[in-house]
């Protein structure tokens, strides 16, 4: 019983910054594993970067690493996810998830754990 709703997304330069967020509504965020993951057109949804509940434990996508920072608020009910130095392959609907399940580390890069999903929004970048 989580709700996930995604903003931020937008068209960026190479080599700029975007930030996503992900407002949940639902008592259980605070408990919840969150994930990011993307799809371009034609292509399989990848991971990009989860956290665990009380943010203490993060995972990313090696080809974001560096670049892509994921944090949380509880408070606010948000995950944010922070793009920097974007690449015209970062180009994809990303999309924000919740796992009522404890962080799992490595486990919680499979899609297939996350029982929450939100819409999407579209993150271009641009030449």
């Known amino acids: 019983q989580v709700q996930l709703v995604e903003s931020g997304g937008g068209l960026v330069q190479a080599g700029g910054s975007l930030r996503l967020s992900c407002a949940a509504s639902g008592r259980a965020f605070s408990s919840c594993t969150m994930g990011w993951f993307r799809q371009a057109p034609g292509k399989e949804r990848e991971f990009v970067a989860s956290?665990?509940?009380?943010?203490?434990?993060?995972t990313y996508a090696d080809s974001v690493k560096g670049r892509f920072t994921v944090s949380r608020d509880n408070a606010k009910n948000t995950v944010y996810l922070q793009m920097s130095s974007l690449k015209l392959e970062d180009t994809a609907v990303y999309y924000c998830?919740?796992?009522?399940?404890?962080?799992?580390?490595?486990?919680?890069?499979?899609?297939?754990?996350?029982?929450?999903w939100g819409q999407g929004t579209q993150v271009t970048v641009s030449s």
């Open positions: 956290i665990s509940e009380s943010s203490t434990g993060t």
């Open positions: 998830a919740a796992d009522e399940r404890p962080y799992g580390g490595s486990w919680h890069r499979s899609a297939r754990l996350y029982d929450y």
